[in-house]
């Protein structure tokens, strides 16, 4: 799918915070009118088939295979073009079992005139991780790529002088970055692009989604806000982000009405990063950012 992201960089240099944050933020919702990229596509068709695991089974998927990244039951791995070797042994965890059973003297609840399935209990099923599957590849969604320039420091610089400390941890894996409030973690070994929008992304949650916000919105509303200023800092700084922010935002089931209603909140908190990591030979921009905040 091509993009339109870049026609900022063809724009007179002289603009405004809000009109760079703007534009992206437009490119961004054109991405995603647009539909699934191919590489988005093959990846939901991927991913969109594992389920989303409780605590308690994410505890015994940690605890019977700590190195686990992505796991399946037999047979999702058989539609995914993969097979549990021999000798594997599975990873239990617990499925939910639905059915109409209801209390006594309680009214069925009814969805076109039949009762409504309702959880009745659960039971030991049997999963495996990726690496214990062999066959066809697994589609790896789109890569951050470009030049970080001096952005990279400017930001950990900033983000420090707002008290919020930032660290190096492998036990995040699979994810690339976490934010813990006052505190985020990035995976090592990222590429230097992958990195600072990874590193943008979760300052974008640590100026929006802390306090009061955060128990006001749900968590497809913050991944949604937190990638979109990934995406706006991202392209005004020179990044090629392709179609990473509307991939990852499409795997939240986040849409462009939902953007739209959280541009207030991704115009700020781009405008303060922006006005943190531009580099200093543009002293005009940065003053408008600034005043932008």
Aim: glycine share 8%.
């Amino acid at each position: 799918m091509k993009s339109n992201a870049n026609n900022f960089q063809q724009q007179p240099q002289r603009q405004s915070a809000q009109e760079i944050i703007a534009a992206n933020v437009q490119a961004l919702i054109e991405q995603l009118e647009q539909g699934m990229s191919d590489t988005l596509t093959a990846y939901l068709n991927a991913m969109s088939r594992f389920h989303r695991y409780s605590f308690g089974n994410i505890l015994s998927i940690a605890r019977h295979r700590p190195d686990a990244t992505h796991v399946a039951g037999f047979h999702t791995w058989r539609e995914l073009g993969r097979y549990v070797m021999k000798g594997q042994k599975g990873i239990p965890i617990q499925a939910p079992m639905m059915g109409a059973k209801r209390q006594r003297d309680e009214q069925p609840a009814e969805q076109d005139g039949k009762p409504t399935p309702r959880l009745i209990g659960f039971r030991t099923v049997y999963v495996f991780d990726v690496s214990q599957t062999d066959g066809d590849e697994l589609p790896e969604p789109a890569k951050v790529t470009g030049e970080v320039g001096e952005c990279r420091e400017l930001l950990f610089s900033f983000l420090g002088r707002q008290d919020i400390e930032i660290e190096y941890n492998e036990a995040i894996a699979p994810a690339q970055g976490v934010s813990y409030g006052g505190r985020i973690a990035l995976l090592p070994g990222q590429a230097p692009a992958e990195e600072l929008a990874t590193l943008i992304h979760e300052a974008g949650h640590e100026l929006l989604h802390r306090g009061d916000r955060r128990a006001a919105t749900t968590r497809t509303v913050r991944e949604l806000e937190a990638e979109a200023v990934a995406f706006v800092v991202g392209q005004a700084v020179g990044l090629q982000m392709g179609t990473t922010s509307a991939d990852y935002i499409k795997l939240y089931n986040g849409n462009p009405e939902m953007l739209a209603e959280s541009l207030e909140a991704i115009q700020s908190a781009s405008a303060v990063i922006l006005a943190a990591i531009l580099p200093h030979n543009q002293p005009e921009e940065s003053q408008t950012l600034a005043a932008a905040d």
